[in-house]
């Protein structure tokens, strides 16, 4: 419960705007208290009751307190801490609950000094006496978290407190150990989506552990590229693939929505450019035992959507996936079921392009992809075009609809073949904000014939 206006100032820490190296010992204040002293143990929860908003009503301060005086007839004798309201020096003060026990001899109302000091405190709460009131209206709240580390995007005006903003907020969340601020935009000094940054606090290693859609992840943080904000998007994407089918995740990254799929018993081909993020993804593959389904590669993201369809349709893959209970089965003289396989499809049902920044500008690779295939696809077969998942950047408006015309022009200058947000077998999603004026979206619609088959 929140405070009362009239009295929540005095639960407050002292205020220092001056303060530029974070002082903690500065952070401390004795509040003078009413409190009731509980004569017998087993009424602490009773009396507590009974009084309701008599007794302090503070977050993070429990009204349950030791009796200052020391113990009474060998008990452990505790003291509720009463509303500031309450005087103990004026029974006029006190409700007609509190005097009704002090009359029966279950409490009695005595001075009480709360002691307050750093650890009391929340980080919003340190950060707003120390941060002048004049750069209050955008307080730095927020941060991503991979793994053991907090990622600020600090704005101008917050630079100047960087390591006092660093040093509370590794005080103030146990979990982080590492305190780090991004000084570039993601991608714009290399094409592997990673970022300069500076180290404001803590441990400087950035080898973090991730767990997702069950799945881990281990790797280098300044060396590849993570979103923890992606985690519903990626559970999204996942869900619509099918097991059994194949899936070729074109901008891989380290696998977050590789290694889930291929958790779920679908054939990924994943692929990126960046050697670290290669790795870390070979690691996922191994250390989340999905390595019967998934197949990384660290290619050239354009040479690989054509590569990749060319040599999927010269395997022939067939994977046990029988459950382990046929086994147990067996052994205890019942008739076991037939096995069970997954065959490995020669056509990716979908493509996946997490590379916002550029992902469109790739999409003339699937020009011609199935130049001579058409036997291969409906009204042959059963089997259907596949659908492309391209992720983009576009301007924020209320309802979207500019930006969805926007990005469809885009993806029909790539392919050379117009499309519309109103067509069929189009979807535009919007992901989430970047900034006030910037969203993601994941553009997905079917590969077109007269694309594929040109």
């Known amino acids: 419960m929140t405070e009362a206006p009239s009295w929540s100032d005095m639960f407050r820490p002292p205020v220092n705007r001056a303060m530029r190296v974070l002082d903690r010992s500065f952070f401390k204040k004795a509040v003078p208290l009413a409190a009731a002293r509980v004569f017998e143990k087993d009424q602490i929860s009773r ?112 630079l100047q407190y960087k390591h006092l903003i660093a040093a509370v907020l590794l005080d103030k969340n146990p979990a982080i150990r590492t305190v780090i601020n991004k000084v570039d935009d993601v991608g714009s000094q290399n094409e592997y989506r990673t970022f300069q940054y500076e180290l404001l606090a803590g441990d400087p290693s950035l080898e973090v552990e991730i767990n997702q859609l069950d799945c881990t992840f281990r790797f280098d943080y300044s060396k590849v590229y993570w979103n923890s904000r992606l985690n519903t998007e990626h559970e ?113 049902s979908h493509y996946v392009m997490n590379l916002p920044a550029t992902a469109i500008t790739f999409l003339d690779a699937f020009i011609g992809l199935y130049h001579g295939q058409e036997a291969l696809f409906v009204p042959y077969t059963k089997t259907t075009l596949p659908i492309i998942h391209v992720y983009c950047f576009s301007t924020k408006s209320e309802d979207n609809e500019l930006a969805k015309r926007k990005i469809c022009r885009e993806i029909s200058d790539r392919i050379g073949y117009v499309i519309e947000p109103q067509d069929k077998e189009i979807e535009i999603w919007d992901v989430r904000d970047v900034s006030p004026q910037k969203r993601m979206f994941c553009a997905s619609f079917r590969l077109p014939a007269e694309v594929a088959f040109h």
């Open 47 to 158: 009396c507590r009751t009974y009084l309701g908003q008599d007794v302090l009503q503070v977050d993070r301060i429990s009204s349950v307190r030791s009796d200052p005086d020391g113990n009474g007839g060998g008990q452990d004798r505790k003291a509720l801490l009463l509303s500031p309201d309450i005087r103990p020096e004026d029974p006029l003060t006190w409700s007609a609950k509190l005097q009704e026990l002090v009359q029966a001899k279950k409490v009695d109302v005595m001075p009480y000094e709360l002691c307050l000091k750093y650890e009391t405190w929340t980080y919003h709460d340190i950060i707003s006496s120390i941060i002048p009131e004049d750069d209050q209206n955008e307080l730095p709240v927020g941060f991503s978290v991979v793994g053991h580390v907090a990622h600020l995007n600090l704005r101008e005006q917050y």
């Open 236 to 348: 999204r994407l996942v869900t619509m693939f099918r097991p059994g089918e194949a899936v070729c995740d074109v901008m891989a990254g380290v696998g977050p929505f590789a290694v889930p799929a291929a958790k779920r018993n679908i054939f990924v081909w994943a692929n990126d450019l960046n050697p670290d993020s290669y790795a870390s993804l070979v690691d996922a593959t191994s250390r989340n035992k999905v390595t019967r389904f998934l197949k990384a590669f660290n290619e050239d993201g354009r040479s690989f959507i054509r590569t990749s369809a060319r040599e999927l349709r010269t395997q022939n893959v067939q994977i046990d996936v029988t459950p382990k209970a046929r086994r147990h089965l067996k052994e205890m003289g019942f008739e076991t079921p037939p096995r069970q396989y997954a065959i490995q499809p020669i056509i990716f």
